[in-house]
C-alpha cells in the first residue's frame, strides 16, 4: 500500500511538472492568455492616457516647451492617489516607480526634460534625479553643484538636482550655501535610502591598498572601514563615481559607491551594504527657475537673518510667530552669511506651503522681524 501511495504522489509531481502545467494542475496556457489579455488592455490604456497629456499641453499653450507642461504639484498627487489605492501585491515604492515612468514618458513625447545632477554617471544624484522625473528624461551629469546651478540660471537645463542632507552625517554645506546668491528656487524633494558597497577590480579585501570616495560616504562607513580596513588609505574625492573611476583605473585602489556604480565601471562589487546605519538617506533637493502652486502636502524653505535683532531672545523673537500661527518648523540650520565675519543667516523648513492661510500668516509676520527674508522654494514632500 505504501508503495503504491509512492507511486501515486510520483505521478502527481510528475503529472504538475508538464509543460503548461503549473503546481496545483493550473494551466499555464490560460493564465498566459489572460495576460497577453491584460497587457493588451494596459498598452491601450496608457496610449490614451498619453493622448490626455498631449491634449493638457495643447490647452495651455501651442508653442510652449515641456517644462512649461512640468507640474510637480500634480505629479505628487497622482503618486498619493496611486499608493492610496494600492492593494497589492506589488509594493508601494514599485507602484510608485511605475507611476513616475508612466508621468515620464507622457510628459517627453514631444521634448524630454533637461535634468543636471551632480556626477559624473552612477552617482546616487543621478538616481535621486530618474526617481523624481523617470527615465525619459535628458540628464545631464556635472561635476560641482556650482555647475549643477549655473545650468539650471542660464536655461540650459530645465531643473537640477543635488544633496542637501544625510540622516546620520548631517547637512551638505556647499549646496545650501548656493541658495545665499543664486536666484532659483526649491521645486521638490527626493528621499534616497543609501545602500554603500565596496568595489574594485581586485579578487578580495586584502588587495586594497586605498579606498576612494566622497566625504559622505567615508563618514557614513567609518565604522566598517575602522573594523575591517583600518590600515588602509581612505582618499575624499568628489563624488562616489569619480571614485569608482579611480578603482578602474588604479592597481590597488577600491571605492565606495552606490550598486550601479559598479555596473557603470566594470567593478567586482568586494563588500555589501557596508553603511554603519541601517536606515541611512540622504534628502535630495530639486532646483528650478520659479515656485509652483500647492500639492496639499508641501514643506516650505526659508532663507532668513536676525541682523538688528541682537540680543537674548533674538532668535526666539525672530521665529516667534511660527509658534503663533501654529506652523511647524521640521528644520533649522545656520551658516556664514559671507557679508562679514561672525554673521549668519538661518535656512528654515516648515510644514505647508506659502499660500496655506496659516502659513501664510506666519510669514507675514515673521518678515516684518527680520532683516533677510526670502522664500526658498515651496514644494511637495517627498511622497516615498
Request: glycine share 8%; net charge positive.
Amino acid at each position: 500500500m505504501a508503495a503504491r501511495k509512492r507511486n501515486s504522489d510520483d505521478k502527481r509531481k510528475i503529472d504538475n511538472s508538464r509543460p503548461g502545467v503549473a503546481p496545483g494542475g493550473v494551466d499555464l496556457g490560460s493564465i498566459r492568455g489572460k495576460i497577453d489579455e491584460i497587457d493588451a488592455r494596459i498598452e491601450e490604456l496608457l496610449n490614451d492616457r498619453a493622448r490626455c497629456a498631449q491634449l493638457v499641453g495643447i490647452s495651455k499653450t501651442a508653442a510652449g516647451k515641456t517644462v512649461d507642461f512640468y507640474r510637480p504639484e500634480r505629479e505628487a498627487e497622482v503618486l498619493r492617489n496611486a499608493l492610496k489605492r494600492n492593494r497589492g501585491p506589488l509594493r508601494d515604492e514599485e507602484i510608485a516607480r511605475l507611476f513616475r515612468e508612466i508621468m515620464s514618458a507622457c510628459l517627453a513625447q514631444q521634448e524630454p526634460l533637461k535634468v543636471a545632477f551632480l556626477g559624473p554617471e552612477g552617482t546616487f544624484s543621478q538616481a535621486a534625479a530618474f526617481k523624481q522625473f523617470g527615465s525619459s528624461v535628458r540628464a545631464l551629469p556635472l561635476p560641482a553643484i556650482a555647475e549643477v546651478f549655473r545650468e539650471v540660471e542660464s536655461g540650459s537645463a530645465d531643473f537640477g538636482v543635488g544633496p542637501i542632507e544625510n540622516s546620520s552625517e548631517g547637512t551638505v554645506n556647499h549646496t545650501l550655501d548656493m541658495f545665499l546668491s543664486s536666484p532659483l528656487k526649491i521645486c521638490g524633494e527626493v528621499e534616497m535610502r543609501i545602500n554603500h558597497y565596496l568595489m574594485g577590480r581586485m579578487p578580495g579585501l586584502g588587495d586594497v591598498k586605498r579606498v576612494c570616495a566622497h566625504p559622505q560616504a567615508l563618514a557614513q562607513c567609518r565604522g566598517w572601514l575602522d573594523e575591517n580596513l583600518a590600515d588602509v588609505e581612505r582618499i575624499a574625492v568628489s563624488s562616489n563615481a569619480e571614485g569608482a573611476r579611480r578603482a578602474r583605473d588604479e592597481r590597488g585602489t577600491a571605492a565606495i559607491a552606490g550598486r550601479s556604480a559598479a555596473e557603470v565601471y566594470g567593478l567586482s562589487l568586494l563588500a555589501n551594504e557596508i553603511e554603519d546605519r541601517p536606515d541611512n538617506t540622504t534628502r535630495f533637493l530639486v532646483i528650478g527657475p520659479k515656485l509652483f502652486s500647492a500639492s496639499g502636502v508641501d514643506k516650505t524653505t526659508l532663507l532668513l537673518s536676525a541682523e538688528g535683532t541682537a540680543g537674548a531672545g533674538a532668535l526666539f523673537r525672530l521665529l516667534e510667530p511660527l509658534a503663533e500661527h501654529k506652523v511647524n518648523m521640521t528644520r533649522i540650520e545656520s551658516r556664514p552669511s559671507r557679508r562679514r565675519k561672525w554673521d549668519y543667516v538661518f535656512f528654515i523648513d516648515v510644514e505647508g506651503h506659502v499660500s496655506d492661510p496659516a502659513v501664510a500668516r506666519a510669514l507675514a509676520a515673521l518678515k516684518e522681524r527680520a532683516s533677510l527674508y526670502k522664500v526658498l522654494g515651496s514644494y511637495p514632500r517627498a511622497v516615498l
